[in-house]
T-cell receptor, first 116, second 109 residues
Framework: DTGVSQDPRHKITKRGQNVTFRCDPISEHNRLYWYRQTLGQGPEFLTYFQNEAQLEKSRLLSDRFSAERPKGSFSTLEIQRTEQGDSAMYLC??????????????FGEGSWLTVV | RKEVEQDPGPFNVPEGATVAFNCTYSNSASQSFFWYRQDCRKEPKLLMSVYSSGNEDGRFTAQLNRASQYISLLIRDSKLSDSATYLCVVNGGADGLTFGKGTHLIIQP
């Protein structure tokens, strides 16, 4: 399978604990995105990387959230001191982009987080 | 005003009928437009890109009206398998792709 892969697929954690999600993009893709989706809503942009550089961060990305893509390949999204409001599906996506041209992004299957 | 607006539905449509969705966007600088399909508890998957000249892919037709800032999706001869949520997606802002909340479609036998 050469698509975007995410791990873990499901995570249940207690409030206050830290969680980390990993994303492996499609191998030749230089852009990697993180989105969050809650029930009845469309995906909401969190952040994106071009290679290893984090170029945009949404206002939704509070100080408890941090994302990295150290070698320009896989990425991690960490949530510290989780809150019940963090419960959502965290979607990773990747694309092959040239400059500011429009690009098609491909999503992973998502990581479901439940904070209890 | 929300950046991308869609009628959430649900649209209940008999099998074989034609159904159309519209979506409006607020950023006039938007450059790329897409329709994604999302099944329940699954990830969004690209259905089709939307071009200024309009484009067709089998039973699906997408159109873009830049002057009025809306995008449409037409599904002809609807199938039971078309039941899903259809997400309107716009690219052009600083935050990458902006998704609408989706339109829920239910095809009834």
């Amino acid at each position: 399978d050469t698509g975007v892969s995410q791990d873990p697929r499901h995570k249940i954690t207690k409030r206050g604990q830290n969680v980390t999600f990993r994303c492996d993009p499609i191998s030749e893709h230089n852009r990697l995105y993180w989105y969050r989706q809650t029930l009845g809503q469309g995906p909401e942009f969190l952040t994106y990387f071009q290679n290893e550089a984090q170029l945009e961060k949404s206002r939704l990305l509070s100080d408890r959230f941090s994302a990295e893509r150290p070698k320009g390949s896989f990425s991690t999204l960490e949530i510290q001191r989780t809150e019940q409001g963090d419960s959502a599906m965290y979607l990773c996506a990747s694309s092959l982009a040239y400059g500011n041209s429009g690009n098609t992004i491909y999503f992973g299957e998502g990581s479901w987080l439940t904070v209890v | 005003r929300k950046e991308v607006e869609q009628d959430p539905g649900p649209f209940n449509v008999p099998e074989g009928a034609t159904v159309a969705f519209n979506c409006t966007y607020s950023n006039s600088a938007s450059q790329s437009f897409f329709w994604y399909r999302q099944d329940c508890r699954k990830e969004p998957k690209l259905l089709m890109s939307v071009y200024s000249s309009g484009n067709e892919d089998g039973r699906f037709t997408a159109q873009l009206n830049r002057a009025s800032q809306y995008i449409s999706l037409l599904i002809r001869d609807s199938k039971l398998s078309d039941s899903a949520t259809y997400l309107c997606v716009v690219n052009g802002g600083a935050d990458g792709l902006t998704f609408g909340k989706g339109t829920h479609l239910i095809i009834q036998p």
